[in-house]
């Protein structure tokens, strides 16, 4: 099925653009040109505009983009560019027909995503109440669709704004930790905060920040960029809550991209004589977000209906 003036659905583009990734690493715009020549789209379908103003092919390869990836079988490699993985070779080599979600789910990777979406709207009170009505779209209304898409926009978005930040330079990501405490109003300017924070050679950041201009009051501050699989365990958080001392500080924030264990958990816990608080990679995305740091909007939707006190007599 195509829909907006014939142009090929995000499933629909998938396997084209993993086959054409299997030539070499791309960049979005490289993806998409190459697609709808391999599609042969027409002029008017390759130039065809969403209403925020870029195409509905660009858009349907970046949504194709984000599932691949999130099934393991595209990555990023660095800023704005994605090439295949050793699961997408494998996948090619058994000459699929096609790829669609169906298809997908079969990879662990994949259901975990799609089942962070699900949790997403759950927690919103908008997730649909039955394993059919969550399958069969057409039994939800038109605002439950509009509410479960943006929840899903939402955790890709999390989820691309995690793998960027893995795979950024220590530069980067120790930019990115001054911007995101000065925007909660921490560390005093950009300037200050960069004093006091400097990386300790291994991708991560290690400082102090002043909470008030005299400096009376501090934060330990430590983040590390860890993959999304390397847990922060127990004896790395006893660590950091020794190093409050040598730092002069009864306050820390520990920063991980990826997450605590349960024990390292209950550690920062049961300390009772400092306030240690933690921060993994679900809850540094949403602090990003919600603070407008490495993300911007895109475009703001107006729905309105009926004012029915206007037709009461």
């Not at 209304?141 to 929840?151: G, S």
């Not at 999304?228 to 001392?245: C, K, Y």
Request: net charge negative; glycine share 8%.
């Amino acid at each position: 099925m195509k829909l907006s003036n014939g142009v090929p659905t995000f499933d629909e583009v998938m396997l084209p653009l993993l086959k054409i990734a299997a030539t070499g690493p791309l960049t979005r715009a490289e993806a998409t040109e190459r697609v709808a020549d391999a599609m042969q789209l027409t002029q008017e379908q390759r130039t065809a505009l969403m209403p925020k103003g870029h195409t509905i092919i660009r858009d349907r390869v970046g949504w194709a983009r984000t599932y691949l990836v999130q099934a393991g079988l595209l990555r990023a490699v660095k800023r704005g560019v994605f090439e295949i993985t050793d699961r997408g070779r494998e996948l090619l080599a058994r000459n699929p027909a096609k790829i669609d979600f169906r298809f997908l789910m079969t990879y662990p990777e994949f259901q975990a995503f799609h089942e962070r979406s699900v949790a997403s709207q759950r927690r919103a009170g908008d997730a649909p109440n039955t394993e059919d009505e969550a399958s069969d779209p057409a039994q939800a209304t038109p605002e439950d669709r509009i509410d479960a898409a943006l929840k899903e926009i939402d955790v890709a978005l999390r989820e691309a704004l995690l793998d960027r930040i893995r795979a950024g330079t220590p530069a980067f990501f120790e930019r990115l930790v001054i911007e995101l405490l000065t925007r909660m109003g921490y560390g005093g300017s950009r300037a200050e905060a960069a004093q006091h924070l400097g990386g300790p050679g291994d991708g991560g950041v290690d400082g102090v920040i002043k909470l008030d201009p005299l400096g009376l009051d501090v934060v330990y501050i430590q983040a590390k960029k860890n993959g999304a699989d390397n847990a922060v365990s127990r004896p790395t958080v006893q660590g950091f809550a020794g190093a409050l001392d040598t730092h002069g500080a009864t306050r820390g924030v520990f920063i991980t991209t990826s997450y605590f264990t349960a024990d390292a958990e209950a550690c920062a816990r049961a300390i009772r004589t400092k306030q240690i608080v933690l921060i993994d990679g679900d809850r540094l995305a949403d602090l990003l977000i919600a603070h407008d740091v490495a993300v911007r909007e895109d475009r703001r939707m107006i729905i309105k209906k009926l004012d029915e006190d206007f037709f009461e007599e």
